[in-house]
């Protein structure tokens, strides 16, 4: 069983959107720390979005003001809205979890991995 199950991705056109579900145990979703990241090929790893425990969430540049993260306890689930999607947004998309310490946007420091669901946008 995994601790981390991301689903949502798929294919769309820029401008489209989508929203990315990440499916988390008990024990992660309480923790302090969720996030998305993403990876294209042939790129790094990048921070997109993180929730903290307090409610605060942080965003990349990139993605300020057209993604949006959000949080449903009663379902134990991680979201991520995407709208007016480009091209350069297509990766793997990843939920991440730490359960100590304040969010950070750096793959290191996330102890827990979902699978990734693959985003696609064509232009």
């Known amino acids: 069983q995994q601790d981390l199950v991301e689903s949502g991705g798929g294919s769309v056109q820029a401008g489209g959107s989508l929203r990315l579900s990440c499916e988390a145990s008990g024990h992660i979703f309480t923790t302090y720390c969720i996030a998305w990241f993403r990876q294209a090929p042939g790129k790094e790893r990048e921070g997109v979005a993180t929730y903290y425990s307090d409610g605060s969430t942080t965003y990349a540049d990139s993605v300020k003001g057209r993604f949006t993260i959000s949080k449903d306890n009663s379902k134990n689930t991680l979201y991520l809205r995407m709208d007016s999607l480009k091209a350069d947004d297509s990766a793997m998309y990843y939920c991440?979890?730490?359960?100590?310490?304040?969010?950070?946007?750096?793959?290191?420091?996330?102890?827990?991995w979902g699978q990734g669901t693959q985003v696609t946008v064509s232009s």
């Open positions: 991440a979890a730490r359960g100590v310490g304040r969010c950070r946007m750096d793959p290191a420091w996330f102890v827990y």
